[in-house]
Antibody, heavy 119, light 106 residues
Framework: QVQLQESGPGLVKPSETLSLTCTVS????????LNWIRQTPRKGLEWIGF???????KYNPSLRSRVTMSVDPAKNHVSLTLHSVTTADTALYFC?????????????WGRGTMVIVSS | DIQMTQSPSTLSASVGDRVTITCRAS??????LAWYQQKPGKAPKLLIF???TLENGVPSRFSGSGSGTEFTFTISTLQPDDAATYYC????????FGQGTKVEIK
């Protein structure tokens, strides 16, 4: 069974870049898609984007200009980079996996990591 | 964007009650809909996918139905452990979530 764990700085200054890592334990194989989702009291759950085990990435159009995701299969790491952050990017960030058994819904989630954008 | 609207926003029911949550999509999502349960301080947990398929290990008191733009999530016999917020999610076009329904136990 795949397990996910998010990590990253809890505090980022406005206009700077947020970088988070999702560490994947278990079978990081073909057909594995890793998604990033964030949650705020105001907007609820918001899908940010996904990256496949082969490195193919798709992003939410509302965030596309500021987001990059990448995968490092050797380290079982998936990275999220969000540029030019504002206070509106303050959120609980989750990574979640769509696995071959359940190819479109998010069957596996990390515990989440809180990010606060503040000077 | 496909918008997902859940109702009600909150509900209060007694143990043993039948509970129903509705999710409406702003356009057809076929059967590409999931339901999640989230408890405070925890990540969402997948309960149902493809509108009506129960995820492995999820109790059979949970069920889902619907297609197109109208979907229903049901807890047949509410248990104390079911107190949580429930979200629908469409994956017909990208992924969007409903705003959530908080289920409280009376």
């Amino acid at each position: 069974q795949v397990q996910l764990q998010e990590s990253g700085p809890g505090l980022v200054k406005p206009s700077e870049t947020l970088s988070l890592t999702c560490t994947v334990s278990g079978d990081f194989s073909t057909g594995f898609y890793l998604n990033w989702i964030r949650q705020t009291p105001r907007k609820g759950l918001e899908w940010i984007g996904f990256v496949s085990s082969s490195g193919n990435a798709k992003y939410n159009p509302s965030l596309r200009s500021r987001v990059t995701m990448s995968v490092d299969p050797a380290k079982n790491h998936v990275s999220l980079t969000l540029h030019s952050v504002t206070t509106a990017d303050t959120a609980l960030y989750f990574c979640a996996a769509a696995v071959p058994r359940v190819p479109k819904a998010f069957a596996v989630w990390g515990r989440g990591t809180m990010v606060i954008v503040s000077s | 964007d496909i918008q997902m609207t859940q109702s009600p926003s909150t509900l209060s029911a007694s143990v043993g009650d039948r509970v129903t949550i509705t999710c409406r999509a702003s356009q057809s999502v076929s059967i590409w809909l999931a339901w999640y349960q989230q408890k405070p301080g925890k990540a969402p947990k997948l309960l149902i996918f493809d509108a009506s398929t129960l995820e492995n290990g999820v109790p059979s008191r949970f069920s889902g139905s619907g297609s197109g733009t109208e979907f229903t999530f049901t807890i047949s016999t509410l248990q104390p452990d079911d107190a949580a917020t429930y979200y629908c999610q469409q994956y017909e076009s990208w992924w969007t979530f409903g705003q959530g329904t908080k289920v409280e136990i009376k």
